[in-house]
């Protein structure tokens, strides 16, 4: 399971650098979201690891997309795998419009053996400000 969580993260920084590059829109920010601890230790991690665990890591950190977590009772997806019924499902604001501090930019705290200490930054500077998407001019 970690792998395929792994696997997810390295996916997530693709389609987000994807997107960045064929959009019209201007990101001031963009942060990738995941509720496994372990992934997100693993990539923090500098200890050897096996060639499919290190290459996924590499290209993950090679995006330069911060890595946050978000527990799992606020993961939209970790609604359907969790054989959520499909009417809860369509009326379900997490469903639609992800957690509230999502749009707010009030992020939940983060534990701070999750933080790339290598940023050099606090975790609080790290999401202190919101992520905005501007329009083009």
């Not at 705290?109 to 606090?122: A, G, I, T």
Request: glycine content about 2%; hydrophobic content about 40%.
């Amino acid at each position: 399971m970690p792998k395929l969580e792994l696997t997810s993260v390295n996916i997530g920084c693709k389609l987000a650098n994807t997107l960045m590059k064929i959009s019209h829109l201007k990101f001031q920010s963009c942060f990738i979201w995941s509720d496994s601890e372990v992934t997100i230790a693993r990539i923090r991690s500098d200890k050897c690891q096996d060639p499919y665990v290190r290459n996924r890591v590499k290209e993950i950190r090679d995006s330069a997309f911060p890595i946050m977590y978000v527990s799992s009772r606020e993961n939209p997806a970790d609604l359907l795998s969790r054989g959520c019924d499909i009417k809860v499902l369509l009326a379900s604001s997490l469903w639609k419009y992800g957690p509230d501090w999502l749009i707010s930019g009030d992020y939940p705290p983060q534990k701070e053996y999750l933080v790339d200490m290598s940023l050099n930054v606090s975790v609080n500077e790290m999401i202190a400000e919101p992520v905005n998407v501007m329009p083009p001019p």
